[in-house]
């Protein structure tokens, strides 16, 4: 367990309302992410951040934004809902390399939050 | 640009079979490679993993090994069971390793 919340867990919202999703973590990670999930694309990431107020853009980031003003929390704000955007969305984080060897840099994955825009 | 691509699913088997999923990838330099696993409902779930060439990864009766000369990470299992029944995500970290690469999933179906 990576110490990975994310909420809210459902949400069904209008097209054109703004949304946050929030992902929140304990363990003090610099690189959190996120990623949309879709039948047959996988997982794409969305943003990314590499530690407080510093993020870049993924594959697919038009339509969203991302904030990080502590080192805990990632937001993922919808600014203007579309239906192309119902999907269920994945936060992530990256350990830190140990002075015990190489790392390799495997993502450790939240619960998911499952988002329908009507 | 760096990329995974697996088989399409759904793979339906009989408690008991053999199982393999197959993977394989592009990418620049030595990435390290990852099979991921979902069960309905919940997130993913790192399941194996290898980070160099010939490496092989095991965990819960499944192994992979990175084989570069065939730019391949294949999942297998001897004898499968109906809980493993879920969607396998085969995935890579890019050489700058701030980003994951994951192939579009295959569903496994295991029959009593």
């Known amino acids: 367990d990576a110490g990975i919340t994310q909420s809210p867990r459902h949400k069904v919202t209008e097209t054109g309302t703004p949304v946050t999703l929030r992902c929140h973590q304990t363990?003090?990670?610099?690189?959190m992410y996120w990623y949309r999930q879709d039948p047959g694309h996988g997982l794409r990431l969305i943003h990314y951040?590499?530690?407080?107020?510093?993020?870049d853009k993924g594959e697919v980031s038009d339509g969203y934004s991302v904030s990080r003003s502590k080192t805990e929390d990632f937001l993922l704000t919808l600014e203007s809902a579309t239906s192309s955007q119902t999907s269920v969305y994945f936060c992530?984080?990256?350990?830190?390399?140990?002075?015990?060897?190489?790392?390799?840099?495997?993502?450790?994955f939240g619960p998911g939050t499952r988002l329908t825009v009507t | 640009g760096d990329s995974v691509t697996q088989m399409e699913g759904p793979v339906t088997l009989s408690e008991e079979a053999f199982l393999t999923i197959n993977c394989t990838y592009t990418?620049?330099?030595?990435?390290?490679l990852f099979w991921y696993v979902q069960y309905p409902g919940e997130g993913l779930q790192l399941l194996l993993k290898?980070?160099?060439?010939?490496d092989k990864g095991s965990n819960k009766g499944f192994e992979a090994t990175y084989r570069k000369e065939t730019t391949s990470f294949h999942l297998e299992k001897g004898s499968v069971q109906v809980s493993d029944s879920a969607v396998y995500f085969c995935?890579?970290?890019?050489?700058?390793?701030?980003?994951?690469?994951f192939g579009s999933g295959t569903k496994l179906n295991v029959k009593p």
């Open positions: 992530a984080i990256r350990p830190q390399p140990t002075r015990l060897g190489p790392s390799s840099y495997e993502q450790y």
């Open positions: 363990e003090n990670h610099r690189y």
């Open positions: 951040s590499y530690g407080v107020k510093d993020t």
């Open positions: 990418a620049t330099g030595y990435p390290s």
């Open positions: 290898a980070t160099k060439a010939d």
């Open positions: 995935a890579l970290s890019a050489n700058n390793f701030n980003k994951f690469y």
